[in-house]
């Protein structure tokens, strides 16, 4: 069954930081690419981060960009997104899932976890 399960959420101030966890299971997941996404109230999810296999390389929307870092132990099988410099229009949930397209739309990724609410107060 495969399965990822995110935490690391919370409450903090605008220009804090956070950091996101995602643990991975029911695959093997130092073969996929992986991939962080976030929800707003009322908005569509959208793309944050990708990661390749080994880690050794990250893109990200222009939203997060040089304010974000994803990254992975494959060892533990986690995947981490670290964030900083934290905005209000940060605040979102924030869902981690397997890449299985080529794409950065969700369309290409799945195996979604439950997610982990961000919130950024000013």
């Known amino acids: 069954q495969v399965q990822l399960v995110e935490s690391g959420g919370g409450s903090v101030q605008a220009g804090g930081s956070l950091r996101l966890s995602c643990v991975a299971s029911?695959?093997?997941?130092?073969?996929?690419?992986m991939g962080w996404f976030r929800q707003a109230p009322g908005q569509e999810r959208e793309f944050v981060a990708a990661?390749?296999?080994?880690?050794?390389?990250?893109y990200y929307s222009q939203a997060v960009n040089r304010r974000f870092t994803a990254s992975r132990d494959n060892a533990k099988n986690t995947l981490y997104l670290q964030m900083d410099n934290l905005k209000p229009e940060d605040t979102a949930v924030y869902y981690c899932?397997?890449?299985?397209?080529?794409?950065?739309?969700?369309?290409?990724?799945?195996?979604w976890g439950q997610g982990t609410q961000v919130t950024v107060s000013s």
């Open positions: 029911g695959r093997t997941f130092s073969t996929y690419a």
């Open positions: 990661i390749n296999p080994n880690g050794d390389r990250a």
């Open positions: 899932a397997f890449r299985y397209g080529l794409g950065s739309g969700s369309e290409s990724f799945g195996s």
